[in-house]
Antibody
Framework: QVQLVQSGPELKKPGASAKVSCKAY????????VTWVRQAPGQRPEWLGWINAYDGHTNYPQNFRGRVTITADRSTNTAYMELRNLRSDDTAVYYC??????????WGQGTLLTVSS | QTVVTQEPSLTVSPGGTVTLTCASS?????????PNWFQQKPGQPPRSLIFTTDNRHSWTPARFSGSLLGDKAALTLSDLQPEDEAYYYCGLLLRGDWVFGGGTKLTVL
């Protein structure tokens, strides 16, 4: 069945970068997109961007443009989300999800990113 | 800044029916906003329930249904079970960006 498996928790200092991976199983990776969402404790989900796994086309919201980069490796069926210049308010659980044809369907288990000095 | 608004909390009795709504600060929610609905329990990732307004995923119970209600997207849950107690979020694709609502805490009591 479809499964997205994310990398483990990370602890980073302010100003550093973090890169989270998301390996896809159970479907043909290049036939779908991957969306990234984060959720701080007690907060609503926040969209970070999306990638078309076939051609690498990306779309980012204005408030993350320039700080987030999403990539996809077709040889390993893995998507990546890199967030740079980390701040304490970037502390959140980061999720990837299969996103195809305006449907967000299967979610990864989440990756806790903690930013603290 | 675009804001998506949901009821903060609702309480319903077991076996009852409840409708959750999802409004956009831009204007009326339409099918072109591709409403998606998600259920989230504490400590778990979201679980997708509904996509593109009224389509269930293969794992979504038939007693969960999506629709448009007036100028909002709606999620109706019927024959409520104790395990339906959770947060429910909507997501709208607005001007090319996914925007999520603040969530509704549903209590089944």
């Amino acid at each position: 069945q479809v499964q997205l498996v994310q990398s483990g928790p990370e602890l980073k200092k302010p100003g550093a970068s973090a890169k989270v991976s998301c390996k896809a199983y159970g479907y043909i990776f290049i036939t779908s997109g991957v969306t990234w969402v984060r959720q701080a404790p007690g907060q609503r989900p926040e969209w970070l961007g999306w990638i078309n796994a076939y051609d690498g086309h990306t779309n980012y919201p204005q408030n993350f443009r320039g700080r987030v980069t999403i990539t996809a490796d077709r040889s390993t069926n893995t998507a990546y989300m890199e967030l740079r210049n980390l701040r304490s308010d970037d502390t959140a659980v980061y999720y990837c999800a299969k996103d195809f044809d305006f449907s967000i369907s299967n979610w990864g288990q989440g990756t806790l990113l903690t930013v603290s000095s | 800044q675009t804001v998506v608004t949901q009821e903060p909390s609702l309480t319903v009795s077991p076996g009852g029916t409840v409708t959750l709504t999802c409004a956009s600060s831009i204007g009326a929610v339409t099918r072109d906003d591709y409403p998606n609905w998600f259920q989230q329990k504490p400590g778990q990732p979201p679980r997708s329930l509904i996509f593109t307004t009224d389509n269930r995923h293969s794992w979504t119970p038939a007693r969960f249904s999506g629709s448009l209600l007036g100028d909002k997207a709606a999620l109706t849950l019927s024959d409520l079970q104790p395990e339906d107690e959770a947060y429910y979020y909507c997501g709208l694709l607005l001007r090319g960006d996914w925007v999520f609502g603040g969530g509704t805490k549903l209590t089944v009591l």
